[in-house]
T-cell receptor
Framework: EAQVTQNPRYLITVTGKKLTVTCSQN?????MSWYRQDPGLGLRQIYY???????DKGDVPEGYKVSRKEKRNFPLILESPSPNQTSLYFC?????????????FGSGTRLTVV | DAKTTQPNSMESNEEEPVHLPCNHS???????IHWYRQLPSQGPEYVIH???SNVNNRMASLAIAEDRKSSTLILHRATLRDAAVYYC??????????FGTGTSLTVIP
């Protein structure tokens, strides 16, 4: 089944403890992206990647890192999480030329930083 | 980024057509109009997209105004499974999407 898989689904962590949220897609998509969703603010793009070793900042990149060493994986790294990064996170992927193709989203990761 | 304006919420009766409006008065010539929806406790789901002409697919139809300053997503027969938040998004390349807060659609049995 074509899908975007995020892990973990739920995570509670403490301030300052480095964490990684994994994202993997099995559709050979070039584009991958991370979003966070907060009440009243909708979904905001954190980082995106147009292909292997190519990443760029979205609207809210501060406090996050990403890497794209392989086409299928696009992990989101929080080096020193803070409570304001408590949010629902979504990973998405698409074929090249996303204006002509839709994004496929993962099921989300709910992160709580205490 | 060009922004969109959508009503916060709408209601529809089951099995009736639903017209979800979106205003995008600052749209540029290269902006595609995308629609996504998000069901409760799920990630967003692609619905439809277009540039200038009206578009149809198995999920919905997209009607784009001649001046492209507005568009309407049409669900031909609303079902309870269509209850979701619907997002209208503009993007010239599809790399960066501004989702906004969307329209929450309630379907009444």
């Amino acid at each position: 089944e074509a899908q975007v898989t995020q892990n973990p689904r739920y995570l509670i962590t403490v301030t300052g403890k480095k964490l990684t949220v994994t994202c993997s897609q099995n559709m050979n998509h070039e584009y991958m992206s991370w979003y966070r969703q907060d009440p009243g603010l909708g979904l905001r793009q954190i980082y995106y990647s147009m292909n292997v070793e190519v990443t760029d900042k979205g609207d809210v990149p501060e406090g996050y890192k990403v890497s794209r060493k392989e086409k299928r994986n696009f992990p989101l790294i929080l080096e020193s999480p803070s409570p304001n990064q408590t949010s629902l996170y979504f990973c998405a992927s698409s074929r090249a030329g996303t204006a002509n193709y839709g994004y496929t989203f993962g099921s989300g990761t709910r992160l709580t930083v205490v | 980024d060009a922004k969109t304006t959508q009503p916060n919420s709408m209601e529809s009766n089951e099995e009736e057509p639903v017209h979800l409006p979106c205003n995008h008065s600052t749209i540029s010539g290269t902006d595609y109009i995308h629609w996504y929806r998000q069901l409760p406790s799920q990630g967003p789901e692609y619905v439809i997209h277009g540039l200038t002409s009206n578009v149809n697919n198995r999920m919905a139809s997209l009607a784009i105004a001649e001046d492209r300053k507005s568009s309407t997503l049409i669900l031909h027969r609303a079902t309870l499974r269509d209850a979701a938040v619907y997002y209208c998004i503009l993007s010239p390349t599809g790399n960066q999407f501004y989702f906004g807060t969307g329209t929450s659609l309630t379907v009444i049995p």
